[in-house]
C-alpha cells in the first residue's frame, strides 16, 4: 500500500512539473508573439452595370451590362524603421491600371520598399501610384465610381526613388527620380528620366498639394486640395495642365445625410490637346473640349458600398457614337473594401 501512495505522489509531482514547464513555454510563446512582425492584408472588390454600350474616354467603368471591377490584394509589413507594400490587381479595371506592364508584372500595381531615415524624413523605392490629381486606381478612395478625364489622362504610377519630408507646421514636401510614366519594370532605352515634387499642406479639416512632373520636353502642374466645409459637407478641386496633352479642372462636392448615406457631385472641363480622348485625331480640331457631370450616391452597408450613378458628358465635337456630341449614362456599382 506504501508503494502505491508512493507511485501516486511521483505521478503527481511528475504531472506539476510538467504543467509547470508547459505554462513557462506557452509564456515564452506569447512573448515571441508580441515581438513578431505584423503582415496586414487588405484591398477590396467592385463589380458593377452600365446601361449603355457607349462609354465616356475615361479609365474603368466602361464595359456594356453586368461587368467586373477589379480583386485588389494588398500585403504590408510596417516595422518600426523600414516596411515594404506588394499590391496586386486582378480584372479588367487591374488590366487597365497596368496597361504598360507585362509578363508577370501585369497583375502588380505597386511594390516598392520604405526607410523611415528619421521622424521626419522616408525613403521609398520602387513601383508606386502617382502623387497627381484627385482620383485613385482604388474604387475604395474615390466617391464616384467612374473617373475624370484629368485623372484618365494623367499617369497612374512611377518607378523610382522619393523622399516625403516633414517640414512642421502641416507642411510637407516629396522629391523624386522616376522613370518614364507608367513604365514599371524598367526604363526603356532612350528616354529620359522624370523628376517630380509635391509641396503639400495640411490642417484640421483637410489640406491643399501642389504637385510637379517634369523631363526633357514635358511638364505637368496639378493642384489638389479639400476641405471639410461642415461636419456634414465636402467640397474638393483639381486642376491640371500637361504640356501638349490636355488641361482641365473639376470640383467635388459632397453631403452626408447619415453615417451610412452620402450624395455627390462631380463637374469637370476637360480640355484636349493631344492625346486622343475617344480615339479622334485631334491634330485636325481646335479647342476640344468635354464637360463631364456626375451625380452618385454612396450607401454603406458594412464594408459594402453601394454607388448608383447618373452622367452627362458634352463634348465640343461628335465623339460618342454616330454624329452624337453627349451621352447620358447610368450604372450600379457594388464596392467591398477590406
Known amino acids: 500500500m506504501k508503494r502505491i501512495y508512493f507511485l501516486m505522489a511521483v505521478c503527481c509531482l511528475i504531472l506539476t512539473v510538467n504543467q509547470s514547464f508547459a505554462q513557462d513555454e506557452i509564456l515564452i510563446i506569447e512573448e515571441e508573439t508580441v515581438v513578431l512582425p505584423f503582415l496586414s492584408l487588405s484591398g477590396s472588390v467592385d463589380t458593377y452595370f452600365r446601361s449603355t454600350a457607349e462609354a465616356p474616354g475615361t479609365s474603368f467603368a466602361n464595359l456594356n451590362g453586368f461587368s467586373l471591377g477589379m480583386v485588389n490584394l494588398i500585403a ?153 466645409v461642415t461636419d456634414n459637407i465636402y467640397v474638393g478641386v483639381n486642376a491640371t495642365t500637361a504640356q501638349d496633352n490636355f488641361a482641365g479642372a473639376a470640383g467635388y462636392l459632397q453631403l452626408a445625410t447619415s453615417d451610412s448615406f452620402k450624395v455627390g457631385a462631380r463637374v469637370e472641363y476637360f480640355v484636349d490637346n493631344g492625346v486622343n480622348v475617344n480615339g479622334l485625331d485631334f491634330t485636325q480640331l481646335e479647342d476640344y473640349n468635354v464637360l463631364d457631370f456626375t451625380l452618385s450616391a454612396n450607401y454603406t452597408v458594412g464594408n459594402l458600398t453601394i454607388i448608383p450613378e447618373f452622367r452627362i458628358d458634352t463634348a465640343s465635337e461628335d465623339v460618342f457614337g454616330v454624329d452624337d456630341s453627349s451621352l447620358t449614362s447610368f450604372l450600379l456599382a457594388a464596392v467591398y473594401g477590406f
Open 76 to 228: 504590408a509589413h510596417e516595422g518600426e524603421k523600414v516596411g515594404f507594400v506588394g499590391d496586386l490587381v486582378f480584372g479588367p479595371r487591374g488590366t487597365e491600371a497596368v496597361f504598360n506592364s507585362v509578363g508577370s508584372s501585369n497583375i502588380v500595381n505597386q511594390l516598392y520598399a520604405y526607410y523611415n531615415v528619421t521622424d521626419n524624413v522616408k525613403l521609398t523605392i520602387g513601383n508606386f501610384n502617382t502623387f497627381l490629381g484627385y482620383e485613385v486606381i482604388s474604387p475604395t478612395a474615390n466617391f464616384n465610381y467612374s473617373t475624370s478625364y484629368m485623372f484618365s489622362y494623367g499617369p497612374f504610377s512611377h518607378t523610382g526613388l522619393k523622399a516625403d519630408i516633414g517640414i512642421g507646421e502641416g507642411l510637407s514636401l516629396m522629391l523624386g527620380v522616376f522613370n518614364n510614366t507608367d513604365f514599371t519594370e524598367f526604363q526603356p532605352d532612350g528616354d529620359d528620366y522624370y523628376g517630380g515634387a509635391q509641396l503639400g499642406y495640411e490642417f484640421d479639416s483637410g489640406g491643399a498639394w501642389l504637385n510637379f512632373l517634369v523631363t526633357d520636353g514635358f511638364y505637368q502642374i496639378d493642384l489638389t486640395a479639400g476641405a471639410d
